[in-house]
């Protein structure tokens, strides 16, 4: 297992925690069988997402987990929308998150909580053990690397309320239900989709860097004779010094991506 320190994980317990989740997030919660996932997105009023999460049902129970640098301001503010629901809302601070690649065994065991991603077979495994299997911060890093190539990216302080969750493709990810009630940003985030108006796009570029830029700093991308601007969202950095970054532009899903400039460097992309 690999510990995740980015990551952390939050209970939601009591007889409304599902419909109060349903009421607050983009997805489904309430079709949630026990033992099933989710992802959904937490957006503000405006349409765009505060945090990424990965929603688990255990019995009636919810389990969430989210980026840890986000999950202070998440928390409370869901807590001032609680009213008369009653619903717990407990960050599990001594417990930890770990991944595990889809080959290896499935992971419950004891009081280890194992969720499985959907969509593929990657498995996140809440549990209250110290974890010394493999905590080093390069392993770490090659775990946010594969979770950007699903399309995952948790978010954080600095690129939290700046994306519709369009622009992240979560869509693909199964985080948003159109046809669902309603949900904080949900008239912004269902007429975005029904009008096609979604002008900036995901991209994910796979670069040689010295190293990561920062989220929301600016980039160009070169495609045959034409630039694109972008932003970056999310990025990863393997041993061998090459980037894969998340970025979201204006430029069409469709057109080929050649080369990136980052700080006046240009360099290829592959």
């Known amino acids: 297992m690999v510990k ?57 129970d919810y389990y969430v987990i989210m980026s840890r640098s986000l999950t202070s ?49 990657h498995w996140l495994v809440v549990t209250p053990d110290e974890i010394t299997v493999d905590t080093s911060a390069r392993r770490q890093e090659e775990w946010k690397i594969s979770e950007l190539r699903l399309g995952i990216t948790w978010l954080t302080p600095a690129t939290s309320g700046e994306f519709l969750p369009q622009m992240l493709g979560f869509e693909e990810l199964g985080a948003v239900n159109y046809r669902k009630g309603c949900y904080p940003g949900q008239e912004i985030v269902a007429r975005t989709h029904y009008l096609g108006k979604v002008k900036r796009h995901p991209r994910l570029l796979n670069c040689k860097l010295a190293g990561c830029p920062e989220p929301m ?22 041993a061998d010094g090459n980037v894969c970054l998340l970025a979201v532009t204006r430029m069409e899903p469709d057109l080929t991506a050649r080369q990136i400039e980052y700080r006046g460097e240009v360099t290829a992309v592959f």
Request: charged letters at 25%; one cysteine or more; a negative charge.
């Open 73 to 121: 301001a998440v928390t409370e503010r869901l807590k001032i929308y609680r009213m008369r629901s009653k619903v717990n809302i407990d960050v599990l601070n001594d417990y930890w998150v770990a991944g595990l690649q889809a080959d290896d065994a499935e992971p419950a065991s004891g009081e280890r909580l194992a969720i499985r991603l959907p969509g593929n077979g």
């Open 4 to 60: 995740l320190t980015y990551l952390s994980a939050t209970r939601f317990s009591g007889v409304d925690a599902g419909s109060f989740l349903h009421a607050q997030l983009s997805a489904d919660i309430l079709a949630l069988a026990s033992g099933d996932s989710v992802f959904a997105c937490y957006c503000e009023p405006k349409g765009r997402v505060l945090a990424l999460l990965l929603v688990h049902r255990v019995d009636e």
């Open 217 to 238: 700093e600016k980039i160009n991308i070169y495609n045959d004779g034409q630039i694109y601007d972008a932003i970056v969202a999310d990025c990863g950095l393997d």
